[in-house]
């Protein structure tokens, strides 16, 4: 699979992509999660959706990856209470939001020339997406959210606290080693039960993620981002393009019922739910999921 790579501005900022397929087919922008690389969009998922004839792009948010980190900006403020205002669909104060972050991934598409994208996010990707779908319609194909949130008041928190405590608690260590094993202990805490991986894959891909770029600082501004732009249902209401909203019903980190609260609050969208799975996109579901992508793809033809 031929990768071509570069930077795009937005504002001051690089954001670092990669560009798979035929330039002429339709495109497809993959928009990763809280702290997460480009790489979670494995290459194998990437390949699946080339077969079924689109052009793949996929980046690294602005502080992760080899895209800009805003070393400078602090949030500024205690976390608990800006929990409790997210609890109850309000906004806080933030160094970026979710609104700058989907400014991102337009100004990459401008950047490559691109007028119209089918959006897929993951996770806080998925939520950047919608921010997108609905501030950027008339370049927005068709929309797919993944084990994502609206973050709407009242939704209920993670299904057991360690599952957020897994990606925001530090490793035990600084080194290297101490770092990726937290990777993995944090994979399988917010893994597939239904779908377990093998202890050498999820440990290669920690050593993937380490080495290409090792960046724990932007999770925190990550985290302040979600709670910088509070609910989402205001875009959701104004989200026109098809849409798919995918869930796996063993998430506990981000619970099915964020999924559901999406799909309520788009026009028209569709919920599909997938049993075993968690906070991950599992190998043995990619035919499955692609399917269900490129179903709601084809709603715009």
């Keep these: 699979m031929q990768i071509r790579s570069g930077t795009a501005k937005s504002g001051d900022l690089d954001i670092f992509y990669e560009d798979m397929g035929d330039p ?17 969009w494995r290459n194998g998922f990437c390949e699946k959706l ?3 004839g689109l052009r793949v792009i996929r980046f690294d948010n602005r502080d992760v990856g080899l895209s800009s980190k805003l ?11 800006r929990m409790a205002r997210s609890f109850v669909g309000r906004p806080s104060p933030a160094a970026y939001t979710l ?27 998925g939520m950047i997406a919608q921010v997108f779908a609905a501030r950027h319609r008339a370049r927005t194909g068709a929309l797919g959210v993944i084990f994502s949130s609206n973050n709407q008041a009242a939704l209920p928190p993670p299904g057991r606290p360690r599952q957020l405590a897994a990606i925001l608690q530090r490793p035990k260590g600084s080194d290297r080693e101490a770092i990726i094993e937290n990777a993995v202990r944090v994979s399988r805490i917010i893994g597939s039960p239904g779908y377990p ?11 993937e993620g380490y080495d290409r770029s090792y960046y724990p600082a932007g999770v925190g501004r990550h985290f302040a981002a979600i709670l910088g732009s509070g ?5 959701d209401r104004q989200i026109t393009a098809p849409t798919v909203v995918i869930h796996g019903t063993a998430d506990k980190l981000m619970r099915p019922s964020g999924g559901r609260a999406i799909a309520r609050a788009i026009p028209r969208a569709r919920l599909v739910l997938f049993d ?19 179903t709601t793809f084809a709603e715009i033809s």
């Excluded at 070393?71 to 209470?81: E, I, Q, W, Y």
């Excluded at 991986?197 to 050593?207: G, K, P, Q, T, Y």
């Excluded at 609910?231 to 875009?235: A, D, F, I, Q, T």
């Design 24 to 40: 002429n087919d339709p495109a497809v922008l993959l928009i990763m999660g809280l702290g997460a690389q480009l790489l979670l």
């Design 99 to 125: 609104e700058d972050m989907a400014d991102d991934a337009a100004a990459l598409l401008d950047h490559l020339g691109i007028d119209t994208a089918h959006v897929v996010g993951g996770s806080m990707g």
């Design 197 to 207: 991986a093998a202890e050498e894959r999820l440990r290669a891909d920690a050593i």
């Design 276 to 294: 075993g799975m968690g906070h991950e996109l599992p190998e043995p579901l990619w035919d499955d999921i692609v399917g269900e992508l490129k």
């Design 50 to 52: 080339i077969n079924q």
């Design 231 to 235: 609910s989402l249902r205001r875009y």
């Design 71 to 81: 070393h400078h900006h602090r949030s500024g403020a205690p976390l608990l209470p």
